[in-house]
Every structure is written in C-alpha cells, then in structure tokens.
C-alpha cells in the first residue's frame, strides 16, 4: 500500500521533495485517528486521509505571511488612502452585501458562503452538501448575478477594472 500512497501523492502534489515528509504526516495522521477507532475499510481511509492533508497543505500555502504585509507598509500608497469617507462607504456597501447574501434562497446563500467566504473547492461544496458540482457551479453564478444586481440597484459603483487587475495580479502570483 505504500507505493501506492507514493504514486497518490507524486500525482497529486508538485514538489517531489515534499513526498516522504507528506507519507510521513499521513502515516501520523492514520496513527492518530486509529487510537480513536480502527477504520473498517483501510485503503479508502489512507486515501481519504492523504487527500485531507494535500488539500489542508494547498490552503496553508494561500495564506499571506504576515512579513510579505508589513512590506506593503512600506510602500506608499497615498494616491490610494483610506479616508473616513472612504470607510464609512465600504461599510455601507458591505451592509448592502449582508442584506443581499441574507436575501437569497438558502441553499444558494450556503453555496456562496462555502466558495465565496470560506474558499472550499467546488468538489468540496459538493460533496458537504451532497449535491452535484454542477449544481454548485449553477448557484454560484446565480447567486453572485443577483448579489451584483442588488448592489447595483442599490447604486453601489461596481470596479470592474479593478476587478480586473487583481485577477491578473492573482493569476501572475501562482
């Protein structure tokens, strides 16, 4: 079963340095769970638990380290300040947001929460919420239509280039 974990792991992560210490925290991981109570069907456990851990590895890696935000003090930014107007707007169009999100159907509000907020995977919603992934990729794109068209009608000012360019910017950083 070893080298069948190996090859899970080498296909499905892309340092290959990282393997062994990635076995390594399965085997632990297994360890662990076992002195809880022993699974009744071991491959699918190992397997389960090896795609648990890549995909907690894969969020820590999203996470900005708290040294790479104190350079962004450094560097100036007062064409782009943050006034008290500037504020007070944000929290009002963040209110709008709330008032739209609670206005949703409820599973599609939990299917924004789960992609949009809390950053799961679509395959993740899905299987959470025992429904398809197509079905979540629907109410995603309904949901996020109507948050748009509520702000909209709110008269929330939409950056689209904005938008834009922290996606671009998204996409050059990985």
Request: proline share 3%.
């Amino acid at each position: 079963m070893e080298a069948a974990l190996t090859r899970f792991l080498r296909r499905n992560w892309r340092d290959d340095a990282e393997i062994p210490d990635l076995r390594q925290d399965v085997y632990m991981r297994i360890y662990e769970s076992a002195a809880k109570a022993v699974p009744e069907l071991v491959k699918p456990f190992v397997f389960a638990t090896a795609r648990n851990l890549l995909i907690d590895r894969a969020r820590r890696a999203q996470i900005v380290s708290i040294e790479i935000i104190a350079d962004l003090d450094a560097l100036d930014f007062s064409a782009d300040e943050l006034t008290p107007e500037r504020h007070a707007s944000g929290r009002g169009e963040l209110r709008l947001l709330q008032t739209a999100l609670d206005a949703l159907p409820s599973k599609c509000r939990r299917v924004i929460e789960m992609r949009k907020i809390e950053g799961l995977s679509q395959r993740e919603v899905a299987t959470q919420l025992g429904i398809t992934e197509d079905t979540v990729e629907r109410q995603v794109s309904r949901g996020v239509r109507a948050l748009a068209d509520a702000l909209l009608s709110d008269g929330v000012h939409l950056d689209t280039k904005a938008f834009g360019r922290a996606q671009n910017e998204k996409r050059l950083s990985t």
